[in-house]
């Protein structure tokens, strides 16, 4: 399935912004080409910008790069249920809550690669297995109806909407 594909009722608008920036490519493509790229693109940060913030109130880059990863594993969660009929409404995650308990500063570029690496390969795994009619599931997630596949689209986009903000505001 390509993010053209995608019936823009769902996901939230929110997550439509991140899915943009995406070429129309297959979504195991895209995840597959970020789990390539994205670990090169964290390698190439110098490790003393790692704590670099571009704002007083703003996250550090190390902040950024496991937010990407929570986010992750919280949308991954998501798709799994919803991939497994589980019609339980699922609840929203507050972002911020999240970053100060991260231990961002005590984590070096190395160790970020590596469970970025972990969570991604976790994430193909799980989609790999999807058929179509799989993909096409809706769940209910911060009160909104997404497909299983709107949500692997915003795991991609997500984390190319953030690398796209370390480029042009940190690096």
Not at 5 to 30: A, G, N, Q, S, V
Not at 146 to 152: E, F, L, Q, Y
Request: hydrophobic content about 35%.
């Amino acid at each position: 399935m390509k993010p053209s594909e995608l019936k823009f009722t769902e996901p939230l608008p929110f997550y439509k912004r991140y899915i943009e920036t995406l070429k129309d490519e297959e979504l195991l493509d895209i995840m597959t080409n970020q789990l390539q790229n994205f670990p090169q693109f964290i390698n190439s940060i110098p490790e003393e910008k790692m704590s670099l913030r571009y704002g007083p109130d703003k996250w550090t880059i190390a902040e950024v790069l496991l937010h990407i990863i929570d986010s992750e594993r919280v949308f991954q969660y998501r798709a799994l249920r919803f991939s497994r009929v589980d019609q339980t409404p699922l609840p929203g995650f507050e972002q911020d809550d999240y970053v100060p308990f991260s231990n961002a500063a005590s984590r070096n570029k190395q160790s970020i690669i590596e469970e970025y690496t972990t969570v991604r390969k976790a994430t193909i795994s799980l989609f790999s297995h999807l058929d179509e009619e799989t993909l096409l599931r809706v769940g209910t997630a911060s009160s909104l109806p997404w497909s299983v596949a709107s949500v692997g689209f915003a795991i991609c986009g997500h984390q190319r909407h953030h690398r796209n903000i370390l480029r042009e505001r940190y690096l």
